[in-house]
Nanobody, 122 residues
Framework: QVQLVESGGGSVQAGGSLRLSCAAS????????MGWYRQAPGKERELVAA???????DYADSVKGRFTISRDNAKNTVYLQMNNLKPEDTAVYYC????????????????WGQGTQVTVSS
């Protein structure tokens, strides 16, 4: 089975930094897209950043200039460097991957990590 394992969450003061990582493992044939979503209580889950195989990136307007997403294709790992954190960044952050499973139909599917808490205090 495919598993996405996250690390790097925690609590910081406003203006601080955190680096999240997410490693995909299991029967993976290929990964098309990896990204990060977040969800705060009472709010919908939103895309924070995504990166495709070729390196193209996309960011939510609220994090542009502060967050940087990167990917190590050899390790099937995605990172999110978060700088100048703000209280409104407080949320559970979820790793996401669109990938193709070995021995499957050959079509891609969506997989999610368990989520990691990021708390930013003022």
């Amino acid at each position: 089975q495919v598993q996405l394992v996250e690390s790097g969450g925690g609590s910081v003061q406003a203006g601080g930094s955190l680096r999240l990582s997410c490693a995909a493992s299991g029967s993976i044939f290929s990964i098309n897209v990896m990204g990060w979503y977040r969800q705060a209580p009472g709010k919908e889950r939103e895309l924070v950043a995504a990166i495709i195989h070729g390196g193209y990136t996309d960011y939510a307007d609220s994090v542009k200039g502060r967050f940087t997403i990167s990917r190590d294709n050899a390790k099937n790992t995605v990172y999110l460097q978060m700088n100048n954190l703000k209280p409104e960044d407080t949320a559970v952050y979820y790793c996401h991957a669109e990938l193709v499973v070995l021995g499957g139909s050959g079509t891609s599917g969506d997989y999610w990590g368990q989520g990691t808490q990021v708390t930013v205090s003022s």
